[in-house]
């Protein structure tokens, strides 16, 4: 099992730069894959980013290119760095942990994920 805690989310104006954490619990970090996820209120979670346990990485279209998605298994920490921020982008920012490897097509499907966190808010102001 693994907990996972975002953080640093907060408000820029629109152009602007963030660079979320999601810090896991637990020794086999490095054999899971991670995913982030967006939500506004109403609407459902999608997918933006993840990480397999082997290091490919996928986006979704909304986001690629100007999100970039790493990992540090020494620091059990997964970082989503976001640059050129749209007002659009704001939304509660989850990370979510899978146990093993994912294939890219499953990565960004929130059903395919066991553990969740908390979420950290980005707000974007045009």
């Known amino acids: 099992q693994v907990q996972l805690v975002e953080s640093g989310g907060g408000s820029v104006q629109s152009g602007g730069s963030l660079r979320l954490s999601c810090a896991a619990s637990?020794?086999?970090?490095?054999?899971?894959?991670i995913g982030w996820f967006r939500q506004d209120p109403g609407k459902e979670r999608e997918g933006v980013a993840a990480?397999?346990?082997?290091?490919?990485?996928s986006f979704s279209d909304s986001v690629r290119g100007r999100f970039t998605i790493s990992r540090d298994n020494a620091k059990n920490t997964v970082y989503l760095q976001m640059i050129l921020l749209k007002p659009e982008d704001t939304a509660m920012y989850y990370c979510a942990a899978k146990p093993g490897r994912l294939a890219w097509w499953a990565r960004l499907l929130t059903n395919n994920y066991n553990y969740w966190g908390q979420g950290t808010q980005v707000t974007v102001s045009s």
């Open positions: 637990g020794d086999t970090f490095s054999t899971y894959s």
């Open positions: 990480i397999s346990s082997d290091g490919s990485t």
